[in-house]
């Protein structure tokens, strides 16, 4: 069969390509061609642009391991399903709620895949006024370092130098006893 200058794909009968006919029984491997999928995406499309808006203290209050939301991208996202099948464990994700996690997902570098599975966990749009624009770093809670630690060698000389005080005493009370009593 020549394809001429008007050929046209309804000219040729529906069932004259076998592929045609496992493609309309299958689903698409092109999932870009796939008209099911299609409607997805303006479905997501559609309740993005319906989504309600949060503000990073409403966000911050879901951070447990019952009710975790993360802020990526300006996006809000309920991993709290996502906790116990999370790649990097459960406490990666609870340590970046409460804040802007952007920088922690990029830096990881997640696949198109992960990233793919984002639209399953989003419930809205962060509030950008609520995010500060710069954040004051916390040190984590230690216990106290004593960098020059002089009491902890002070202590040290004192263990050492109290028992031969008490040795070299001992020592000269018994000299002295047995000089007195000879």
Not at 82 to 110: C, M, Q, R, W, Y
Not at 170 to 178: E, N, S
Request: glycine share 4%.
């Amino acid at each position: 069969m020549t394809r001429g200058p008007h050929y046209s794909p309804s000219h040729v009968p529906p069932s004259t390509y076998a592929s045609d006919l496992l493609l309309a029984q299958s689903p698409s491997p092109f999932p870009a061609l796939d008209p099911k999928l299609s409607r997805r995406r303006r479905r997501r499309k559609k309740r993005r642009k319906m989504s309600k808006v949060f503000s990073l203290e409403e966000v911050a209050k879901h951070n447990s391991k019952d009710d975790c939301w993360l802020i990526i991208g300006g996006k809000v996202y309920n991993v709290t399903k996502f906790l116990e099948d999370h790649p990097g464990g459960d406490d990666v994700l609870l340590s970046s709620t409460g804040k802007d996690a952007t920088d922690d997902f990029e830096d990881v570098g997640h696949s198109t895949t992960a990233r793919a599975m984002m639209d399953e966990y989003y419930v809205g749009d962060i509030d950008a006024t609520t995010i500060p624009t710069k954040v004051k770093y916390t040190p984590p809670n230690q216990p106290h370092y004593n960098q020059d630690k002089t009491s902890e060698f002070i202590i040290k000389i004192l263990q050492f130098l109290v028992p031969l005080a008490i040795l070299g005493l001992a020592v000269a009370v018994r000299i002295y006893t047995k000089s007195e009593s000879a």
